[in-house]
């Protein structure tokens, strides 16, 4: 069937692309090497689709078109071509696209050079020898051979060029070969087995991807159910992942930690599951908010304690029978986080924790398996010698400001209130500043120690501004007595000289792990106070996570997964921003943004086969080069060093 064909059955729903498909993915380079390989006329592979009768399919399609009436052709292998294809000759995305059109809008071809790039103003503009594809495609080669013919310089070369626009133009003539699956006995359960065979291959599905892709078979809105639940959490501060959210329906349903259980699992009983998980889930995010203030994504630390505590939830009827047992779970929850109890081997520790479950006093046993791995659960000093808002102690010390009632310097506020006002969100405050410890030569692991932060309100933070805290520490003392005390601060003056800042860092580790100590103990016991009121406060992000979020949103807005901020690559090495499995899964090798230099956690980034990244500018242009292949000018390419 030539591709002409092919787009007009898609036009009137002949051919159309199944639920269970992942979305467009292409990027730049390959649209240009699929349309290159057409232009010469070389193989470009064949289509795989499945014909079937519409009615059995009709709610299993993505999109809003119609469908033809009588049979319909799904496509299981070609929908990247096929899309692109599209996009370049009829100018705009199928019904049922779903990805990035500036992987296919915008492609130029050069008459001279035979090459198809993407537009770029500078090399392109008034310049009749590149000219549009997509216009040529709509118009018909005469059009463009006219607008040649007016031109004087071009008329020696017509003929060549007449016969390139004419080679383009011929494209949409091409044939390609489709093999068909049909036949009573391809089910949906065939059909997906089908799909994942040919496109393993191809761009790498996930296990996740593969149970989704199944369910969807079945459950054509199963997709969009799953993102609509995603992005309430999201609103409430709590941006999770799709994949994170089938681990715990799969929890739920199968009390299993492997995709591969949910493989005989109904549409009803996946429903029921989700509807569950989105119940625990709800009453999980809410109680800890409320008990233990950690109320927004970047201190829940350890999200794949979820399934195991979700499944523990419905197993108990979806509530808690009194506070000891409440306080028991959150218990087993603070130190999984604290210990990376899920940094290793997600799938096997999960395995082991929700088996647990199935036996009597299940919360003892969960933390038994923790004392296993740990000996001793008790937190020392050393613990908080950790450095940087990744570091896993940075959300006990986050908790410890809210559950401990932690007072703001200036106003004296309990920073656990509600607060209001434009100037009244936290904001993480280096105690010793930054440019002062610089200044002194103090290392940037030390600078940005979790001894020297603490939580502050936006609007004490900026007056206290670069002030040297043997200052701002005996002011506040004056206005708010015993304020400055309550953020664990030694109460020496000789330790608040930068002098001796090592040695206040060694104080302020001790306290804080005989208060955390204390308040993990409390909860353990059932003995902690009940907090006076449930409130979420609005928390300010500094100039780096600001950063690492701006970032984060233009990758997606080029049509690439987000990154994961501060990822835990092994035990305290932590990078800022990464893409464990790469900007375009199983094509491209991890990558990471590290913003600030440090040799340690470089070398372990380049040991675990990570391009990494150390400014903003590189990592941008390295996307825009080399993943979404477009025409970086001159002017926007960084100097590599």
């Known amino acids: 069937m030539n591709i002409s064909t092919i787009l007009d059955q898609i036009d009137i729903g002949a051919i159309a692309l199944p639920e269970f498909q992942r979305g467009y993915v292409w990027n730049r380079d390959q649209v240009r090497k699929l349309m290159l390989s057409l232009y010469n006329e070389h193989p ?48 705009r995305s199928p019904q049922f696209f779903e990805g990035n059109e500036q992987a296919f809008t915008g492609l130029y071809f050069n008459l001279e050079e035979e090459n198809f790039e993407f537009y770029a103003q500078l090399k392109m503009q008034n310049n009749p020898l590149w000219i549009s594809v997509t216009e040529l495609m ?203 109890r899920y940094a290793g081997s997600t799938e096997s520790v999960l395995t082991q924790d929700l088996h647990a479950l199935n036996e009597d006093n299940a919360l003892d046993k969960l933390i038994e398996n923790l004392l296993q791995n740990r000996g001793d659960l008790t937190i020392k000093p050393i613990d908080f010698q950790g450095w940087s808002t990744g570091a896993r102690f940075y959300p006990l010390l986050y908790m410890l400001t809210r559950v401990y009632q932690a007072k703001d310097w200036d106003s004296g506020i309990e920073l656990s209130k509600h607060l209001l006002g434009k100037l009244s969100c936290l904001q993480v405050h280096h105690i010793f500043p930054k440019s002062i410890l610089y200044e002194h030569g103090f290392s940037k692991s030390e600078v940005n120690a979790l001894a020297n932060f603490t939580f502050l309100t936006q609007e004490t933070n900026l007056k206290v501004s670069n002030r040297h805290p043997s200052e701002y520490f005996a002011a506040f003392e004056k206005t708010q007595p015993g304020a400055v005390a309550t953020h664990w601060i030694p109460m020496k003056p000789d330790l608040w000289q930068i002098d001796n800042y090592r040695e206040f860092l060694n104080g302020r580790r001790e306290l804080l792990a005989y208060n955390a100590n204390q308040f993990l103990n409390s909860l353990l016991s059932g003995s902690i106070p009940e907090p006076e009121q449930t409130v979420t406060i609005e928390v300010s992000l500094s100039s780096e996570e600001q950063a690492l979020n701006d970032i984060n949103g233009w990758v997606q807005e080029q049509g690439l997964p987000p990154g994961q901020i501060m990822y835990e690559l092994v035990t305290d090495i932590v990078l800022d921003l990464a893409w464990s499995n790469g900007l375009q899964e199983g094509k491209s090798q991890p990558v990471a943004l590290i913003l600030e230099k440090d040799n340690q956690v470089e070398a372990a980034a380049n040991s675990a086969g990570y391009l990494y990244f150390t400014s903003i500018d590189t990592f941008q242009y390295y996307v825009k080069h080399e993943i979404l292949a477009l025409d970086v000018t001159v002017q926007e390419a960084p100097v590599l060093v």
């Open 138 to 340: 709509q118009n018909g080669a005469g059009t463009f051979m006219v607008r040649l013919l007016e031109i004087p310089d071009f008329r020696t070369n017509i003929k060549t060029y007449s016969e390139r626009i004419n080679r383009i133009d011929r494209i949409k003539s091409l044939g390609l070969h489709i093999h068909e699956v049909s036949g009573a006995d391809k089910t949906v359960d065939v059909v997906v087995e089908i799909f994942n065979n040919v496109n393993s291959g191809g761009t790498k599905l996930s296990k996740g991807d593969l149970a989704l892709a199944k369910i969807c078979a079945e459950w054509s809105d199963a997709r969009n159910q799953l993102k609509a639940r995603l992005a309430k959490w999201k609103k409430a501060g709590f941006d999770f992942r799709l994949e994170w959210l089938l681990r715990c329906i799969n929890a739920v349903i199968t009390g299993e930690a492997m995709f591969s259980a949910l493989k005989d699992v109904d549409i009803a009983t996946f429903q029921d599951g989700l509807n569950k998980a989105e119940k625990a889930i709800d009453t999980l995010l809410n109680l800890i908010s409320s008990r233990l203030g950690l109320d927004h994504d970047r201190v829940l630390g350890s999200i794949y304690a979820f399934p195991v505590m979700v499944r523990y939830l419905v197993l108990k009827g979806g509530r808690l029978e009194n506070y000891f047992e409440r306080d028991k779970l959150l218990y087993w929850y603070v130190h999984t986080l604290l210990w990376g």
């Open 44 to 91: 470009v592979g064949s289509l795989l689709v499945w014909e079937t009768k519409t009615e059995l399919v009709e709610s299993h399609t993505r999109g809003d078109g119609k469908l033809s009436a009588g049979t319909v052709r799904l496509l299981l292998d070609g929908q990247q071509r096929i899309t692109s294809l599209y996009g370049i000759i009829r100018g």
